[in-house]
């Protein structure tokens, strides 16, 4: 199985977008402030739509919200190394 983990943007991109608050780009994608906080803390995954909504609000490419970071050795036919990120 690979490992890894999901890193995300969503602090650059709020800042970004005019210092969104966590409360507005919760209410915007149908979530919580609090889930919006533990998303960007790296604690909690979004669903794929959530994270789908998220890019949309701010007109990014998913892989650029959202990252995922794999852990371990090479991916078979990938070329990815130890912790290379695969996305943006």
Known sequence: MIKGSITNRIRVLRFQNGEMSQAELGERIGV??????AI????????????????????????????????GSLLA?????????IGR
Do not use: C, N
């Open 32 to 37: 919580t402030r609090q889930t919006i906080a």
């Open 77 to 85: 036919g990938e070329g990815s190394h130890q912790g290379e990120k």
């Open 40 to 71: 960007e803390a790296g604690k909690y995954s979004p669903s794929l739509e959530a994270a789908f909504r998220i890019a949309h609000t701010f007109k990014v490419p998913l892989d650029e919200a959202f990252q995922w970071v794999v852990e």
